[in-house]
């Protein structure tokens, strides 16, 4: 067998198992940094309190406003996670007319809210490379991130300009990690 042949195997056998193990985007990762609707959905609480999603998803704030509107709900969380939040708000709201109703006639209101960086990076970047040397343990900033998307492989990455904004802010804030906070089966 080529090597390349041996690669799209071990790929569709990763690909695979991640189809078959619940959760492996999010839930049973905790070692990586929460995204903005992760903390979102937390500050909320479970369920979530409908009347402040609703004033929330209809609000359009910068960062600064958005960590200053939430100073008192968020003073629990560390500065990263503060960062987190109000990034992703400031990138995401308020949502598209129609989206929190539709999420709500479905049962789950939460639904509505884009994904977070976390999730975009576990959904999209292991495709092709590993998690942990194109991602977890690079030093960005916001624009070296969104740069990374002109590269030649990246271009074709399915994100929208949106998505990708919300990756670059979360990765700018987020990353590089610790390689030991990482666990050692993904470092490679």
Not at 127 to 144: E, V, Y
Request: hydrophobic letters at 40%; proline letters at 6%.
């Amino acid at each position: 067998m080529m090597p390349r042949t041996i690669s799209i195997i071990a790929l569709m056998g990763a690909l695979s198992l991640a189809a078959l193990t619940p959760g492996l985007g999010q839930e049973g990762h905790e070692f990586m940094p929460k995204g903005g609707k992760t903390l979102l959905i937390e500050l909320l609480g479970t369920p979530p309190d409908a009347a402040r999603l609703r004033e929330i998803t209809q609000s359009q704030q910068s960062e600064e406003e958005w960590s200053d509107a939430l100073a008192g709900q968020m003073s629990a969380m560390s500065e990263q996670q503060r960062r987190t939040i109000s990034a992703y708000l400031a990138i995401n709201m308020p949502l598209p007319e129609g989206a929190l109703e539709k999420a709500e006639s479905q049962g789950d209101a939460t639904a509505a809210l884009p994904p977070d960086g976390r999730e975009l990076a576990w959904n999209e970047c292991q495709f092709c490379h590993s998690l942990f040397s194109s991602h977890l343990t690079q030093d960005r900033d916001g624009q070296a991130w969104l740069n990374m998307f002109e590269s030649p492989f990246h271009r074709e990455i399915k994100m929208s300009a949106q998505q990708r904004e919300i990756f670059a802010r979360y990765s700018a804030i987020n990353m590089p990690m610790r390689v030991e906070d990482v666990p050692a089966e993904l470092r490679f």
